[in-house]
């Protein structure tokens, strides 16, 4: 008599995702805070750290945009969208004005740990917030029948 095999769960049906874990997005945070730390020192030497800082913080975060998140079978909520578009606004006005002040020359290694400290942690902030969004929609949309655009880690 053969053994019966377990039950296989089409393809097709959605299963919950599991969400990102914040020490993916405080390691992104991280980069992007020290290399707008290292860019708000202003020496030429701080400038070049930060650019392949910065490059490598776009290069993680498409990388995890891959893994993470597959493009769309459910629609993104759009009060979700316009919620996550003023808070990245907010957080480049922020950097905008740290970026334009000009502080005393004993300050200014103050000033940049500071501010990349400021702007590691809107932007860690930022990311947990998208992400809180993406799984209540993830959660949603299995609620609802309708098929899941993440991907299981």
């Known amino acids: 008599m ?13 299963t919950p ?7 993916v997005d405080g390691t992104l945070a991280a980069l992007v ?11 030429p030497m701080t ?19 891959f893994r993470f998140v597959r493009i769309g079978h459910t629609r993104p ?11 990245l606004i907010a957080l ?4 905008y004005v740290l970026t334009r002040l000009e502080p005393p020359a004993d300050w200014r290694l103050l000033y ?5 400290a400021l702007i590691g942690l809107g932007g860690f902030l930022v990311l947990r917030l998208e992400e809180r969004g993406r799984a ?16 299981e880690p």
């Open 77 to 87: 909520d759009p009060s979700a969208q316009r919620s996550h578009g003023v808070r």
């Open 17 to 23: 995702a599991a969400p990102r874990s914040p020490w």
């Open 47 to 65: 400038w070049l750290l930060a650019v392949i800082l910065l490059i490598a913080a776009a290069l993680f975060y498409a990388f995890l945009t």
């Open 92 to 95: 480049f006005a922020i950097a």
């Open 112 to 116: 940049a740990v500071g501010g990349g």
């Open 2 to 14: 053969p053994e019966p095999q377990p039950a296989q769960v089409p393809q097709d049906s959605p």
């Open 136 to 151: 209540r929609a993830a959660e949603g949309a299995a609620s609802a029948g309708e098929s899941d655009d993440r991907i």
């Open 33 to 43: 805070g020290v290399g707008y730390g290292l860019a708000l020192y202003n020496s």
